[in-house]
């Protein structure tokens, strides 16, 4: 797993989102945005982290960021997790862990002794140039919000 560090260039990335519209980094361009991912959709954790980020929206669109969720859940599981907790930001379905690889997000976990491939939960925030500004690799949920609009207000 491969870790991206505060300088390094954004990776490109292309999914599609839960609505099943294809979206890309290109559609972010020349705004900062944060950019998180979680194992599932709807469980203890993943949802604290993104209600967090939803609850935040009018700190984030102060700084002008955008919130970008990913995780290896179906487009319609990414639909149902967002209407059931209004998050109202895009969320991509990286079934293939094309996006998670990208940002050395998709490495080995373990559970009860268990070892399996899954998303470390992790954040990123990108500048407006396309420039990681902020990295953090096993963010806590509750942790996300405040490390990415330190990193912001820093812009």
Not at 19 to 48: E, H, L, M, Q, W
Not at 136 to 150: G, L, N, R
Request: contains cysteine; glycine residues 8%; proline residues 5%.
């Amino acid at each position: 797993m491969t870790k991206l560090e505060v300088g390094d260039k954004a990776p490109a990335f292309k999914s599609v989102d839960q609505n099943g519209k294809s979206v890309s980094n290109k559609d972010f361009a020349g705004a900062p945005y944060v950019i998180y991912f979680y194992p599932r959709a709807d469980t203890p954790g993943c949802t604290t982290q993104s209600c967090s980020l939803r609850d935040a929206e009018a700190d984030l669109s102060s700084l002008d960021a955008a919130v970008i969720g990913v995780s290896p859940d179906s487009p319609e599981k990414q639909k149902k997790f967002d209407d059931k907790y209004s998050l109202g930001f895009t969320l991509l379905a990286d079934e293939s862990h094309e996006v998670s690889e990208a940002y050395g997000t998709w490495g080995e976990k373990s559970m009860y002794g268990k070892k399996y491939m899954g998303i470390v939960r992790s954040a990123f925030v990108i500048d407006a140039k396309g420039k990681i500004a902020g990295a953090f690799y096993k963010v806590s949920p509750a942790d996300t919000v405040p490390k990415a609009v330190e990193v912001l207000k820093s812009l």
